[in-house]
């Protein structure tokens, strides 16, 4: 057993779509969450930036003593998770890809058409495509960018005309020419814009990685002989930059139940405890 923290963390606010599904299913956990929202968008950045961005995360966190550590952001996952655990050989860590690839094989049949959506770095990695074709080649894959979601999502334009909009343009093609059977959400932002995207492409099954993420955190945990036996709600929220927008976003996923206060740190690092 350790009582220890889980560390978590994203570019910006996407990665809090994991934390009410990852606190109902290990309810004894404490979690760190750092949001890098002075930073994000990640997904059309270079990849040594993200790199470089990524281990100062991961310092920052390993500071806070967590005793592992969930990547739940698609970009860096796809862009540092392996040299990640090549320089931190001592903290388990978690990305969201395979987890959510896993589910995939096991639900459809070899035949089936999948279709990705992912920041540029993502896609541009083939990270999904490649995952899959792994455990599985008879699976037809299309993948595509859609850069402009994280920022809408990241200004608080979820139910939107313009999000609407911007749904139909980047998907339209999966349901009028690939007629795909699936569609997985490989940015932890998407979630929240999953109704757009469900009344764009009907009858057409959404997967949330982020949900397939937390069984795999859990999975972790107890191979290492990590889970907590000791109920804590002092779980912490952390962000580079507090904006309007991030807070907001906050008290909408957490139902204002988030006393928010402010403490500097030399990354300019803002803490919001206790949620």
Request: aromatic fraction near 8%; hydrophobic fraction near 40%.
């Amino acid at each position: 057993m350790n009582n220890q923290p889980i560390g978590v963390f994203d570019s910006g606010v996407g990665g809090l779509t994991i934390v009410p599904s990852l606190l109902k299913r290990l309810p004894n956990e404490r979690l760190i969450y750092f949001g890098d929202t002075a930073r994000t968008p990640y997904g059309s950045k270079a990849v040594s930036t993200i790199k470089k961005f990524t281990e100062e995360i991961v310092d920052f966190l390993l500071e806070k003593k967590v005793k592992m550590i969930a990547i739940a952001c698609n970009t860096v996952t796809s862009a540092c998770l392996e040299e990640l655990q090549v320089k931190y050989p001592d903290i388990p860590m978690v990305g969201v890809i395979e987890p959510a690839v896993k589910k995939i094989i096991k639900n459809f049949k070899a035949d089936a058409k999948i279709g990705i959506i992912g920041t540029k770095v993502t896609i541009n990695n083939n990270a999904y495509s490649n995952a899959i074709q792994k455990y599985n080649s008879g699976f037809t894959v299309y993948e595509k960018a859609c850069p402009i979601f994280v920022p809408l999502i990241e200004e608080g334009l979820m139910d939107n005309e313009i999000t609407d909009l911007a749904v139909k343009h980047y998907l339209e093609e999966f349901d009028q020419e690939r007629k795909i059977d699936a569609l997985v959400l490989g940015c932890t932002h998407y979630p929240l814009i999953k109704k757009t995207i469900s009344r764009t492409l009907p009858g057409v099954e959404i997967i949330d990685p982020s949900y397939e993420m937390v069984c795999g955190i859990e999975k972790t945990l107890k191979e290492n002989d990590l889970l907590a036996d000791n109920p804590k709600t002092d779980n912490i929220i952390y962000a580079s930059d507090l904006s309007p927008n991030f807070t907001n976003m906050i008290n909408s996923i957490f139902k204002d139940k988030v006393r928010v206060g402010v403490k500097n740190f030399d990354l300019l690092v803002e803490e919001l405890p206790h949620f």
